[in-house]
Every structure is written in C-alpha cells, then in structure tokens.
Nanobody, 129 residues
Framework: QVQLVESGGGLVQAGGSLRLSCVASGPTFSRYAMGWFRQAPGKEREFVAA????????????YYADSVKGRFFISRDNPKNTVYLQMDGLKPEDTAVYYCAADLTTGRVAVVSSSYDYWGQGTQVTVSS
C-alpha cells in the first residue's frame, strides 16, 4: 500500500507561480514513475506531467501535456520520497484539482490514468484573471 499526500495548492493571480509537492510512503519510491493529473469542474481528469522511475532504464525521463509545456516542470527528490510540480506562468484555465499518482509496475512515464496504481487526495489550484 502506498499513500500519496499532495500540498502546495492555493489561489494565485494569472502569471503567478505555485509549487505542488507530493510525498509518498514506501521504501522503494525511486522505482515508481510519478505523474500529475488535474480535473477542472465538469471536465474529465487530464494528464499534466510525468517523471520516470528507476524501474525503467530507457525511455524519456519526463513528459508534459502540450498545454503546460514550457510553463510546468516536474522533478523528484528520491531521498525525500517527494515529487514536485513547479507551475509558472499560470493561466485561469489551469484552475483545477491537481492529483499526483504513482505507477509501481513499469516505471515508465504514462499519460493515461489507468497506468497508475495509487492516487493522492488532490489539492486545489485556482488562478484568477
């Protein structure tokens, strides 16, 4: 069982920045691929960014949705069991609940939610215009 706890959400003006954190339980965090997804009211959950885990020796290390490419940056600190999402140049359309997710199986970056085994409870990000 893996528990994921997100933090760092809040209210920010357009053009501002936030950094989301997700702390994971478990001794083998470095092996997990980690992803960030978001869900806006009335919309389906969508992929934001992912970073591979040590289980995957080849393949790209990070991947981003086109809508956030160049503005959002995913990183991980394995000794702290934490994955981050740095969000710069925020837009009102970035408003959503943001979820982190862990893939314990493949370690590959994945854009589909079904590839992930565990999810956090979410943190609200609101961007005002």
């Amino acid at each position: 069982q893996v528990q994921l706890v997100e933090s760092g959400g809040g209210l920010v003006q357009a053009g501002g920045s936030l950094r989301l954190s997700c702390v994971a339980s478990g001794p083998t965090f470095s092996r997990y691929a980690m992803g960030w997804f978001r869900q806006a009211p009335g919309k389906e959950r969508e992929f934001v960014a992912a970073v591979k885990g040590a289980l995957n020796w080849s393949g790209g290390s990070t991947y981003y949705a086109d809508s956030v490419k160049g503005r959002f940056f995913i990183s991980r600190d394995n000794p702290k069991n934490t994955v981050y999402l740095q969000m710069d140049g925020l837009k009102p359309e970035d408003t959503a609940v943001y979820y982190c997710a862990a893939d314990l199986t493949t370690g590959r970056v994945a854009v589909v939610s079904s590839s992930y085994d565990y999810w956090g409870q979410g943190t609200q990000v609101t961007v005002s215009s």
